[in-house]
């Protein structure tokens, strides 16, 4: 049974930084592409990030492109997000996914799975 450890997320001032992590059991995390979703309540969840296998190839949506990093520690189970520079928009639960298929892209992200309850990040101005 794959289970998720997520921390990092907070409540940070306009312009701060936060550091997200989830450390995954139950899988072996460098059989499966990785990334991260957001979700405002009664809005439509938003693929912002993802990294492949091997940590080669990235994804980052528009709305964070700059301003965050993904990364991925294969020999512990463990994903990062770094989120600088935050803004009162990227208030939301954040989710860490993950996916068997070794594809990251805009349109391969929707389609990962999720096991975790997620973090909320709540920026103020």
């Known amino acids: 049974q794959v289970q998720v450890l997520e921390s990092g997320g907070g409540l940070v001032e306009a312009g701060g930084s936060l550091r997200l992590s989830c450390r995954f059991s139950?899988?072996?995390?460098?059989?499966?592409?990785v990334g991260w979703w957001r979700q405002v309540a009664g809005k439509e969840r938003e693929g912002i990030s993802c990294?492949?296998?091997?940590?080669?190839?990235?994804y980052y949506s528009d709305s964070v492109n700059g301003r965050f990093t993904i990364s991925r520690h294969n020999a512990n189970n463990t994903l990062h997000l770094l989120m600088n520079n935050l803004r009162t928009e990227d208030t939301a639960k954040y989710f860490c996914?993950?996916?068997?298929?070794?594809?990251?892209?805009?349109?391969?992200?929707?389609?990962?799975?999720?096991w975790g309850q997620g973090s909320q990040v709540t920026v103020s101005q």
């Open positions: 996914v993950a996916s068997s298929y070794d594809g990251c892209s805009a349109s391969r992200l929707p389609h990962y799975s999720r």
């Open positions: 139950g899988l072996s995390l460098g059989d499966y592409a």
């Open positions: 990294i492949s296998w091997s940590g080669t190839n990235t």
